[in-house]
């Protein structure tokens, strides 16, 4: 029994490993999904600014083409005024005129204001760029690292399965049952535990006399009374 129970520890410190890893797994994906999202959530950021200052742009050129069909309607207006002949059309033709100054003033004013906003967005933009590149580089450079670490933890778990088949060849069948039972009820998956300096090495709970004179024979699978994990004596740590 005493070499089952020494292959428990053995087996308990590979299944740790190999749970490390399981939760790496799990993990390293999250971390990358997550950068992944502060890349996207700063690049539409950015990207809003841009496609403000396009739609302004836009706007502006607008603004400007009817702002110039309106002059030139103005224009044709004010020569007509030379060439009315009744105070009814040239009263008629003052307010066309009139309407038409309101209309270009409205659109001037459009135009200076789609110019300001522009001129504001323009710095904003520039130093976002440089904030967003610099950002996105370390970034990409993190997921990068991440995603080579992903990439070695199947071969790592094959390594590690490989030495557990190796342990667990060693080991009795009813013990080994026993420790894949507990594993799969205590939380953390420790299932074995050396005694230490007298008191279980899980729970830290001191064993009673007797239970560490029967511990220390070996003969049998002992478990903790407090957390249930399977106790093995070891020299070198107990008292």
């Not at 410190?13 to 939760?23: F, P, V």
């Not at 690049?43 to 739609?55: A, C, G, T």
Request: glycine share 6%; hydrophobic share 35%.
């Amino acid at each position: 029994m005493k070499e089952n129970l020494f292959g428990l520890l053995d087996l308990q410190e590979i299944d740790k490993e190999i749970d490390a890893l399981g939760r790496s797994r799990s993990e390293y994906p999250a971390e990358i999904s997550k950068l992944q999202s502060e890349i996207e959530t700063d690049r539409e950021k950015f990207q809003n600014n841009r496609d403000r200052f396009e739609e302004l742009e836009k706007r502006r050129r607008s603004l400007e083409r009817d702002l110039e069909a309106l002059n030139a309607d103005l224009k044709k207006h004010q020569d007509r005024l030379y060439e009315v002949k009744t105070n009814k059309e040239y009263d008629a033709l003052q307010h066309e005129i009139g309407v038409l100054n309101v209309r270009i003033d409205e659109y001037e004013t459009g135009i200076l204001e789609a110019i300001e906003e522009q001129e504001g967005l323009k710095g904003k933009i520039d130093e976002e760029a440089t904030i967003f590149k610099q950002m996105e580089t370390e970034i990409l450079a993190r997921i990068k690292e991440l995603t080579a670490h992903l990439d070695s933890i199947e071969a790592n778990v094959k390594t590690w399965q490989d030495k557990r088949a190796a342990v667990e060849a060693r080991i009795e069948r009813r013990p080994l049952s026993v420790y894949n039972r507990i594993r799969q009820t205590l939380r953390g998956g420790i299932a074995v535990v050396p005694v230490e300096k007298g008191a279980c090495g899980g729970c830290f709970r001191e064993l009673a006399p007797q239970r560490r004179v029967e511990a220390r024979r070996q003969d049998q699978i002992m478990r903790c009374e407090n957390c249930g994990r399977i106790l093995v004596w070891r020299e070198e740590v107990a008292v």
